[in-house]
């Protein structure tokens, strides 16, 4: 749960970073593209450390499953 609620405290500055940059693209520098460009790095770079984030709780979850099916079959004796 607490991997959600970083993941959303980040989501805000983010989001206000990108609004910055882009109209630091437009107003100062003149160049819509750069902004563009600068902006999609970044969302391209959080959306990468949230699917990290995501692919360790698979792994975890992954790992308790198998460790909940040995505890089970070293349990079971094979008689009915």
Known sequence: ????????????????????VVLYSLIIAQQVLLGIMTVATLWFV??????????????TALERLVEHQID????WDGRE
């Open 1 to 20: 749960m607490s991997s959600m609620s970083n993941s959303v405290g980040l989501k805000g500055p983010l989001a206000v970073l990108s609004v910055i």
């Open 46 to 59: 959080y959306l990468l450390y949230r699917l990290i984030l995501r692919l360790g709780r698979i792994a």
């Open 72 to 75: 089970d079959r070293d349990g």
